[in-house]
């Protein structure tokens, strides 16, 4: 499996806008755009793949197109949250454990062996350890607001329950693991703030998965994100 490369280079503009630069982190080290469709090409491929060992035997007319889970967007957040992981771990192993491939392929979309899910096991193992050592944070309605729409959005909430009901149905410690979540995702703010990230606009909606859980329909659901750009400032172009 190719090693994520991070580039070093010298002479960086002040404003880091190169347009083949997904991600600054300082002015040493950089993500290319090439790097992220890279990740994004094996997941493909790898995919491809998979469906087509699947369908073996069906004729190819009948197969139908490979639908890639995940964008652009994925994949810089999961190279952001691997190496703001790495930084906060200086060298430890994950205090979280180290996800299964195989349930977190599954839950992804993806074969275990894409690159991808071994990036976003790397960056959640790490911060995964931060959550479960970390003292329950203050969980606003905003917080609880951001749990409830994304858990509606994938059918894991009725459309008929208000956001006042399911939050009164919540048990303290659901909370209180809500509340951990939110106090590893302040950590790892400060830690953006330090390691001096800076996003391309065309990715600028790529969050960090602080907490997630997976589904009934077996899909990762996260609940506590990061976003590495302020939603109020965010430009209106991304990638896809």
Do not use: H
């Amino acid at each position: 499996m190719a090693v994520i490369a991070t580039l070093a280079v010298s002479g960086l503009s002040a404003c880091r806008s190169a347009p083949d630069v997904a991600v600054y982190f300082g002015d040493t080290e950089q993500v290319t755009v090439a790097e992220v469709d890279r990740i994004l090409d094996d997941a493909r491929d790898k995919l491809t793949a998979a469906q087509a060992a699947a369908l073996e035997g069906r004729p190819a007319e009948s197969v139908p197109p490979v639908r890639l889970p995940i964008t652009a967007i994925d994949v810089v957040g999961a190279l952001v949250s691997r190496e703001v992981g790495k930084s906060l771990a200086q060298g430890k192993p994950a205090q979280g454990g180290t996800p299964d491939l195989n349930a977190l392929g599954q839950l992804t979309g993806l074969p275990a062996d894409a690159e991808y899910v071994k990036l976003y096991s790397d960056g959640y193992a790490t911060i995964a350890g931060i959550a479960q050592n970390a003292k329950p944070a203050q969980v606003t309605d905003a917080d609880l607001r951001y749990a409830y729409e994304a858990s509606r959005e994938v059918g894991e909430v009725a459309p008929q329950v208000s956001f006042e009901s399911w939050k009164e149905g919540l048990s303290p410690q659901s909370v209180d693991v809500l509340g951990m979540g939110v106090a590893a995702r302040d950590a790892l703010r400060d830690q953006v703030k330090k390691l001096d990230i800076e996003v391309n606009p065309r990715f600028s909606a790529a969050d960090i998965d602080v907490f997630a859980v997976g589904t009934e329909k077996q899909r990762l659901l996260p609940l506590v994100v990061l976003p590495l750009v302020d939603p109020a400032t965010m430009p209106v172009t991304d990638a896809r």
